[in-house]
T-cell receptor, first 113, second 114 residues
Framework: AQSVSQHNHHVILSEAASLELGCNYSYGGTVNLFWYVQYPGQHLQLLLKYFSGDPLVKGIKGFEAEFIKSKFSFNLRKPSVQWSDTAEYFCALFSGNTGKLIFGQGTTLQVKP | DAGVTQSPTHLIKTRGQQVTLRCSPKSGHDTVSWYQQALGQGPQFIFQYYEEEERQRGNFPDRFSGHQYPNYSSELNVNALLLGDSALYLC?????????????FGPGTRLLVL
């Protein structure tokens, strides 16, 4: 069965610290992967997506993610976080078999000023 | 350009009641998907509508049903509400069903079942 696992449930960082949020998936077919962000009081927004090609994907607000096929991973990174990055982050997999987005359980990021 | 809108924003119901949630997709989008997000969890796919028909369905019972209108707006209906149906219900729209089409999410409707 397809699944997405996010290891870190709650991450606390100070401003300017580097960020890496883990995402592993289980799926035997061609993968299409996404990171979504939900800022406090706002709706889910797309940060970045990977369909094919360069495994290093750049998104909005300085975020990037690397697709490593051999590790079934799609970790999200940012070199220097800001207080405004405080939000909940979701990794998601598009299942071609079922035509649906499968989300991980999310990681809450708290950035201290 | 209005994004995805949902109504109502909050709703309180009692067990056994029925509820209807509404969604208007982003302009130019013809595909609507519904998700349930329980507290502390990621969204779970309920179903997707395209051309007024349910095209894909997640692991939800038949108590969950939907509809899409010719103007692409959509409704989610839940019958015989259970306490466990308390959640944030998200609507997402996209310009087609294809994988390359990014889904845009609405603010959600928070449902509380007492």
């Amino acid at each position: 069965a397809q699944s997405v696992s996010q290891h870190n449930h709650h991450v606390i960082l100070s401003e300017a610290a580097s960020l890496e949020l883990g995402c592993n998936y289980s799926y035997g077919g061609t993968v299409n992967l996404f990171w979504y962000v939900q800022y406090p009081g706002q709706h889910l927004q797309l940060l970045l997506k990977y369909f094919s090609g360069d495994p290093l994907v750049k998104g909005i607000k300085g975020f990037e993610a690397e697709f490593i096929k051999s590790k079934f991973s799609f970790n999200l990174r940012k070199p220097s976080v800001q207080w405004s990055d405080t939000a909940e982050y979701f990794c998601a997999l598009f299942s071609g078999n079922t035509g649906k987005l499968i989300f991980g359980q999310g990681t809450t990021l708290q950035v201290k000023p | 350009d209005a994004g995805v809108t949902q109504s109502p924003t909050h709703l309180i119901k009692t067990r056994g009641q029925q509820v209807t949630l509404r969604c208007s997709p982003k302009s130019g989008h013809d595909t609507v998907s519904w998700y349930q997000q329980a507290l502390g969890q990621g969204p779970q796919f309920i179903f997707q509508y395209y051309e007024e028909e349910e095209r894909q369905r997640g692991n939800f019972p038949d108590r969950f049903s939907g509809h899409q209108y010719p103007n692409y707006s959509s409704e989610l209906n839940v019958n015989a509400l259970l306490l466990g149906d308390s959640a944030l219900y998200l609507c997402a729209s996209s310009p087609g069903q294809g994988i390359t089409e990014t889904q845009y999410f609405g603010p959600g409707t928070r449902l509380l079942v007492l």
